[in-house]
């Protein structure tokens, strides 16, 4: 067992050997290679070119200093030349007269405007005045117009118009509906059958009450084969009252025949 650490002491001891041997040789190759001509030659080369291309750094920078400097000099001189030419002209009498035909001119202008808004105004006064006067007129005409005869006939033909117009609208609004309408009731040994119709009156289309039957004509012996020509009968009468509604402009409408069997 010593003789295992012995030999691991010792070899650790050849590796750092080893180890910093390497790096004193690097030493010696880096500075021979400082001190060798070609390093020398490499760092004056790179010297010079940082001094040439800071110079032209430097030259560029005075260079748009200087040119600024010039552009700010020139706008001052321009402008106090300006102000130099204003304070001269002002001195002037083309500018005095100038000033007065300025004055003149204002004046006039002012005036023109002054006249329009007095004319705008007054006609705008006499306009009101014109339609207060027109509706006056109005007025008292119609006060005396009602008093005359003339006006109580216009009244009462309107009022006539209106009447006729409600009746008008009135009856476009009313229906009448018809019904053939039969009744057949057994006996012991025979029918008997109530023949008519039945009248619903609608007004917009909603019933009116209720339905009136009409009873016509009674059969004491009634027989199935007759049914049509009571039918017919029926149809006759409802025909002769529906041209004597006609005239009257109310519409009318007739359904298909309704049996019914009476109770016993």
């Given at each position: 067992?010593?003789i295992?650490?012995v030999?691991?002491?010792?070899g ?13 040789k690097?030493e010696?190759?880096l ?14 080369k790179?010297?010079?070119s ?16 200087h040119e ?10 321009f402008?106090?030349?300006?102000d130099?030419?204003k304070?001269?002209?002002?001195e002037?009498?083309?500018y005095k ?6 004055f ?9 405007r002054?006249n329009?808004k ?15 006067e027109f ?15 003339e ?10 118009k209106?009447i ?12 009448i509906?018809y019904?053939p ?5 057994d006996?012991m040994f025979?029918?008997?059958?109530k ?11 909603l ?7 009409r009873?016509?004509?009674?059969e ?7 049914m049509?020509?009571?039918v017919e009968?029926?149809?006759?009468v ?5 041209a ?11 359904n ?9």
């Amino acid at each position: 067992m010593i003789i295992g650490i012995v030999t691991f002491f010792i070899g650790m001891g050849l590796v750092y050997f080893y180890n910093r041997t390497k790096e004193v040789k690097k030493e010696d190759m880096l500075i021979e290679l400082r001190n060798s001509v070609e390093y020398k030659s490499e760092l004056e080369k790179m010297y010079q070119s940082g001094i040439t291309i800071g110079k032209e750094i430097i030259d560029e920078e005075l260079k748009n200093i200087h040119e600024n400097k010039l552009e700010v000099y020139g706008k001052n001189e321009f402008l106090k030349g300006l102000d130099e030419g204003k304070k001269r002209f002002i001195e002037t009498n083309e500018y005095k007269l100038s000033l007065e035909s300025q004055f003149i001119k204002g004046l006039e202008e002012g005036e023109i405007r002054e006249n329009k808004k007095l004319k705008a105004k007054f006609e705008e006064e006499l306009k009101i005045y014109g339609e207060n006067e027109f509706l006056k007129g109005i007025v008292e005409g119609k006060k005396r117009f009602i008093e005359t005869k003339e006006y109580e006939v216009i009244l009462e033909n309107q009022f006539r118009k209106g009447i006729k117009e409600g009746e008008e609208i009135t009856i476009k609004k009313i229906t009448i509906e018809y019904t053939p309408y039969i009744e057949v009731k057994d006996k012991m040994f025979s029918k008997t059958a109530k023949s008519g119709y039945s009248m619903q009156l609608y007004f917009s289309g909603l019933p009116i009450g209720d339905a009136i039957i009409r009873i016509i004509k009674t059969e004491e012996k009634f027989k199935e084969e007759n049914m049509k020509y009571i039918v017919e009968n029926i149809n006759n009468v409802l025909t002769n009252i529906m041209a004597t509604i006609d005239p009257l402009g109310i519409p009318t409408r007739v359904n298909k025949p309704k049996v019914e069997n009476a109770k016993k």
